[in-house]
């Protein structure tokens, strides 16, 4: 198989583009030539809108300009179903996700959709009804779940980077198990909203990428809340170097590995080069940590599973696979004291875990304690897949956050992988020591200054008169949407054209392009902005409401209305202008 560009990762594509020796639309087409492994996608873009795409980027010095990625079919992209691996479920949002919006607007390229465990149920790769997952290591090795498409579709080279989620270890798991990075972050760093729920209140979006750097990259793209989402928070906390972090280590004779030496042997020789990039090294006890994961599965968190697709599952039971079923049912067997009795005990759990990080800045643990083959899973599909998620499952409910690295071979050939962890907001911390673990140079964080939304209707839309203004002000195009049918667009004696809200029915939806401005430059915008316009708030057909470019309405009577044109783009190439 011919290497892809997307191998060599985020940071040697952008290279490539500066040199001139690659473009997007090169890229696009080894996208579109690649060979594709089974059962790795649901939905993929077509060639057409993948060439198109790449053709309609124009600003170079975007963070992942002409970038190829993939998004787990759990979280939303406009126009293309969400089924969650499960048909009778799929409905097709008008709307992305938040965190697929950020990186669109940050000129990333779409490829597609990726299978996964079921309603991201289960840490195998093998419980979709569009096929198990291989590990690109062959030899019938499990893809590790519940995104196991996305970590397939980096590690063979198919896009730079993916986003899969993670409530249980199912951005971590797929990661060892296929040799690459996986980043779960904090809890709520990256919005949820636009993600199917598994556990919403523990549910994560996570990061697969080949490089510690490129992770590192896309976090600080997708990073940060989303007014429409409750369960999202904001970054704090400051990063550590490698040299001053105090490293945590367990024991392997307290650790449980199922019989796999060359997994234990790995362990060592993985905290013995972190050792040596770190400040201090203590043993620590995890048996905290790994109680509290106990409570994620055997616990009444599983009734949360059930909380949101109850409904569902009452008029679709057939439709979803029997084991997927069964897990999802478990639910009903917790009781509301059942629930109130695992939150105690929780409680002490993460004051235990407290102060442990007291003691250390980074724990290190084994990812996974072994691996399996796809026919070990179907021998003991429950079993084996608790066996998996041991060293991952209490991370979201301890409120930690996590970066897995890979960790060599084991002498049976099978794939080797260490979890840094830390606490919350620590991510700077432990992509840092990533990166020194791996050999790489360390990341470089660029903070993004926060921004706000803007609609434009006319002279500022892309390749108008003002569009450079918004440029120079650090705008970037984000998408482009249409108003609810509730305006008329006037063309003013001015030629300025002019949005007026008027009653429902009464209007047209408008096309506008929404742009989004550094904070700090909107005061540098309204001081341009002169009367009869103003800014103010819009509805967009897609439900939003964001700032942007109105009229007041005495200015239309001296004007040429211009609404059935749908837009002012429009209303020029029919005046042939």
């Given at each position: 198989?011919?290497?892809?560009?997307t191998?060599?990762g985020i940071?040697?594509?952008?290279?490539?583009?500066?040199?001139?020796?690659l473009?997007?639309?090169d890229?696009?087409e080894?996208?579109?030539?690649?060979?594709s492994?089974?059962?790795?996608?649901?939905?993929?873009?077509?060639?057409?809108a993948?060439?198109?795409r790449?053709?309609?980027l124009e600003?170079?010095?975007?963070?992942?300009?002409?970038?190829?990625?993939?998004?787990?079919?759990?979280?939303?992209?406009?126009?293309?179903?969400?089924?969650?691996?499960?048909?009778?479920?799929?409905?097709?949002p008008?709307?992305?996700?938040?965190?697929?919006?950020?990186?669109?607007?940050?000129?990333?390229?779409?490829?597609?959709?990726?299978?996964l465990?079921?309603?991201?149920?289960?840490?195998?790769?093998s419980?979709?009804?569009?096929?198990?997952?291989?590990?690109?290591f062959?030899?019938?090795?499990?893809?590790?779940g519940?995104?196991?498409?996305?970590?397939?579709?980096?590690?063979?080279?198919?896009?730079?980077?993916?986003?899969?989620?993670?409530?249980?270890?199912?951005g971590?798991?797929?990661?060892?198990?296929?040799?690459?990075?996986?980043?779960k972050p904090?809890?709520?760093?990256?919005?949820?909203a636009?993600?199917?729920?598994?556990?919403?209140?523990?549910?994560?979006?996570s990061?697969?990428t080949?490089?510690?750097?490129?992770a590192?990259?896309?976090?600080?793209?997708?990073?940060?809340?989303?007014a429409?989402?409750?369960?999202?928070?904001?970054?704090?906390?400051?990063?550590?170097?490698?040299?001053?972090v105090?490293?945590?280590?367990?024991?392997?004779d307290?650790l449980?590995?199922?019989?796999?030496?060359?997994?234990?042997?790995?362990y060592?020789?993985?905290?013995?080069?972190?050792?040596?990039?770190?400040?201090?090294?203590?043993?620590?006890?995890?048996?905290?940590?790994?109680?509290?994961?106990?409570?994620?599965?055997?616990?009444?968190?599983?009734?949360?599973r059930?909380?949101?697709?109850?409904?569902?599952l009452?008029?679709?039971?057939?439709?979803?696979l029997?084991?997927?079923?069964?897990?999802?049912?478990g639910?009903?067997?917790?009781?509301?004291?059942?629930?109130?009795?695992?939150?105690?005990?929780?409680?002490?759990l993460?004051?235990?875990?407290a102060?442990?990080?007291?003691?250390?800045d980074?724990?290190a643990?084994?990812?996974?304690?072994?691996?399996?083959?796809?026919?070990?899973?179907t021998?003991?599909?429950?079993?084996?897949?608790?066996i998996?998620?041991?060293?991952?499952?209490?991370?979201?409910?301890l409120d930690?956050?996590?970066?897995?690295?890979p960790?060599g071979?084991?002498?049976?050939?099978?794939?080797?992988?260490?979890?840094?962890i830390?606490?919350?907001?620590?991510e700077?911390?432990?992509?840092?020591l990533?990166?020194?673990?791996?050999?790489?140079?360390?990341?470089?964080?660029?903070?993004?200054?926060?921004?706000?939304?803007l609609?434009?209707?006319?002279?500022?839309?892309?390749?108008?008169?003002?569009?450079?203004e918004?440029?120079?002000?650090?705008?970037r195009?984000?998408?482009?949407?249409?108003t609810?049918?509730c305006?008329?667009?006037?063309?003013?004696?001015?030629?300025?054209?002019?949005?007026?809200r008027?009653?429902?029915g009464?209007?047209?939806?408008i096309?506008?392009?929404?742009?989004?401005?550094?904070?700090?430059?909107v005061?540098?915008?309204?001081?341009?902005?002169?009367?009869?316009?103003?800014?103010?708030?819009?509805?967009t057909v897609?439900?939003?409401i964001?700032q942007?470019?109105?009229?007041?309405?005495?200015?239309?009577?001296?004007?040429?209305?211009?609404?059935a044109?749908?837009?002012?783009?429009?209303?020029?190439?029919?005046?042939?202008?």
């Amino acid at each position: 198989m011919t290497a892809l560009a997307t191998q060599t990762g985020i940071a040697a594509l952008r290279d490539a583009y500066r040199a001139g020796t690659l473009t997007p639309g090169d890229v696009a087409e080894q996208v579109i030539a690649a060979p594709s492994a089974p059962g790795v996608w649901i939905t993929r873009v077509s060639p057409e809108a993948l060439r198109a795409r790449a053709a309609e980027l124009e600003d170079p010095s975007l963070p992942l300009y002409g970038i190829p990625f993939a998004v787990k079919d759990n979280i939303d992209v406009a126009g293309m179903p969400t089924t969650a691996a499960c048909p009778a479920y799929a409905y097709t949002p008008a709307r992305s996700a938040p965190v697929v919006e950020k990186l669109l607007a940050a000129g990333a390229m779409l490829v597609g959709k990726t299978n996964l465990d079921q309603f991201a149920t289960g840490l195998t790769g093998s419980r979709s009804p569009y096929g198990a997952v291989e590990s690109v290591f062959g030899g019938g090795l499990i893809a590790g779940g519940s995104s196991s498409g996305s970590a397939v579709a980096v590690a063979a080279g198919v896009v730079a980077f993916s986003l899969g989620t993670d409530t249980a270890g199912s951005g971590r798991v797929p990661a060892a198990l296929n040799g690459i990075v996986g980043l779960k972050p904090t809890r709520g760093l990256l919005s949820t909203a636009g993600v199917v729920p598994a556990c919403r209140s523990l549910d994560c979006v996570s990061i697969f990428t080949l490089d510690v750097a490129d992770a590192s990259t896309v976090l600080d793209v997708a990073r940060g809340p989303a007014a429409e989402d409750p369960w999202s928070r904001a970054a704090s906390g400051e990063s550590l170097p490698p040299a001053a972090v105090r490293l945590g280590v367990a024991r392997p004779d307290v650790l449980e590995f199922d019989g796999d030496h060359g997994q234990a042997e790995r362990y060592v020789a993985g905290c013995l080069t972190a050792a040596r990039l770190t400040s201090a090294v203590t043993q620590v006890d995890p048996a905290p940590l790994l109680e509290a994961g106990d409570l994620l599965y055997q616990g009444p968190w599983v009734a949360e599973r059930l909380a949101d697709l109850e409904d569902f599952l009452a008029g679709h039971a057939d439709s979803v696979l029997p084991l997927t079923l069964g897990i999802l049912r478990g639910g009903h067997r917790f009781s509301a004291v059942d629930t109130f009795r695992a939150q105690h005990r929780l409680q002490e759990l993460k004051a235990a875990a407290a102060r442990l990080f007291t003691e250390v800045d980074v724990l290190a643990l084994p990812t996974v304690p072994t691996t399996f083959t796809l026919d070990e899973i179907t021998e003991e599909p429950l079993r084996r897949n608790l066996i998996l998620g041991r060293y991952t499952q209490f991370a979201n409910l301890l409120d930690l956050a996590v970066v897995t690295v890979p960790n060599g071979m084991t002498p049976e050939g099978r794939p080797a992988s260490l979890s840094l962890i830390g606490p919350a907001f620590t991510e700077g911390t432990l992509l840092g020591l990533a990166a020194a673990f791996k050999g790489e140079a360390a990341p470089v964080h660029h903070a993004q200054p926060p921004t706000v939304e803007l609609a434009v209707v006319g002279h500022h839309l892309r390749g108008e008169s003002r569009n450079a203004e918004l440029v120079a002000l650090g705008g970037r195009f984000a998408r482009t949407t249409r108003t609810e049918a509730c305006y008329r667009l006037y063309r003013l004696p001015t030629g300025v054209p002019g949005l007026v809200r008027v009653g429902a029915g009464q209007g047209a939806q408008i096309e506008v392009e929404i742009w989004r401005l550094p904070s700090s430059a909107v005061g540098a915008l309204l001081s341009s902005v002169k009367e009869p316009l103003s800014i103010g708030y819009l509805s967009t057909v897609d439900g939003q409401i964001v700032q942007g470019f109105l009229c007041e309405a005495y200015a239309a009577g001296a004007a040429q209305d211009i609404t059935a044109s749908g837009g002012f783009r429009a209303h020029r190439q029919e005046e042939g202008q």
